[in-house]
Nanobody
Framework: QVQLVESGGGSVQAGGSLRLSCAFSSSRIMRNCLSWFRQRDGKDREWVAFIDSLSAPRYTDSVKGRFTISKDTGKNTLYLQMSSLKPEDTAMYYC?????????????????WGQGTKVTVSS
């Protein structure tokens, strides 16, 4: 059973920074499409960023230039460095992964999900 455990959420003022971490129980999964999603209150879950099997990152437009996704395969950990945070970034953030090394896209099926970590940005 693959487990993903997020950490690093918290409360920060607008303009501040946070780094989210996602620890994977399986090193095999680290080769796959690894992603961050978020869900704001009353909204649908939305894709934020992914890093593919070649470690190429991609971001949704609203976070480009402010967020950086990365991974450390030696530590089986995925990261999301968030800077210049805005109140609209307030959400529950989830890490997710596909089960195979397939084409990575925002809509690709993610088999594995973490439990989420809360980020609150105050103005």
């Amino acid at each position: 059973q693959v487990q993903l455990v997020e950490s690093g959420g918290g409360s920060v003022q607008a303009g501040g920074s946070l780094r989210l971490s996602c620890a994977f129980s399986s090193s095999r999964i680290m080769r796959n499409c690894l992603s961050w999603f978020r869900q704001r209150d009353g909204k649908d879950r939305e894709w934020v960023a992914f890093i593919d099997s070649l470690s190429a990152p991609r971001y949704t437009d609203s976070v480009k230039g402010r967020f950086t996704i990365s991974k450390d395969t030696g530590k089986n950990t995925l990261y999301l460095q968030m800077s210049s945070l805005k109140p609209e970034d307030t959400a529950m953030y989830y890490c997710a992964a596909t089960d195979t090394v397939d084409y990575c896209s925002p809509g690709a099926f993610r088999k594995y999900w973490g439990q989420g970590t809360k980020v609150t940005v105050s103005s």
